[in-house]
């Protein structure tokens, strides 16, 4: 079964599997400098963090798409914990995602920077966050950069919704909704990443 867990430092072997270069190709880019990393001690064997290797990816213009590594992982801050439930046992099932689900703002930042989510869905309803700050968050952290907010309302008109584009969300969702307008939007999401 994949890992739902990204791995956190690559060797230029996997890094090169990612570029679609050959592994002496990265070692030339760690030596240079262009793609930062450090040795392991006494031997001659590099190492790149994710962080550094989607940092290098972006400044070049290197398709991101090999990136995607086990399942989907999607994070939903919401209060609505009972179909939420139901919904995240249908997503493990039927989508193969791994979920993980969280009910208040100061929750959500310590579950995303652990879980690293492709998909971030918050409920723009929430007492203790606005959905704006969650998108702030999100663009700000290093470790968060590749995942993709959508936005979750009941309340929702159609200029609101493209309101939430221009504000840095990916996609929303109207409530109630049902799993799959959840899986196409998800998909959708990360199809423009991976």
Known sequence: ????????????????????VAPRTVSKWFDNGSLKGYRIPGSKDRRIPMAQLVRFMK???????????GNTRVLFVDTASESLDVLAKVLSEQAHY???????????????????????LVDLHLD??????????????????????????????????GALLSQGFDGYLR??????????????ATSFVY
Not at 4 to 15: A, C, N, Y
Not at 175 to 188: C, D, G, L, N, W
Request: proline residues 4%.
């Open 175 to 188: 409530k109630p909704f049902h799993a799959r307008s959840v899986i196409e939007q998800i998909e959708k």
């Open 128 to 161: 203790t966050i606005r959905g704006e700050d969650v998108v702030k968050l999100v663009r700000s952290t290093d470790d968060l950069q590749m995942s993709k907010v959508i936005a979750m309302s009941s309340k929702l008109t159609d200029g609101q919704a």
């Open 1 to 20: 079964m994949p890992s739902t867990r990204t791995k956190e430092i690559l060797t230029t072997g996997e890094v090169a599997k990612i570029c679609s």
């Open 98 to 120: 791994a979920v993980e689900i969280t009910h208040g703002g100061f929750s959500a930042g310590i579950t995303a920077e652990k879980f690293r989510p492709h998909v971030i």
């Open 59 to 69: 400044q070049h213009e290197i398709p991101l798409d090999g990136l995607q590594s």
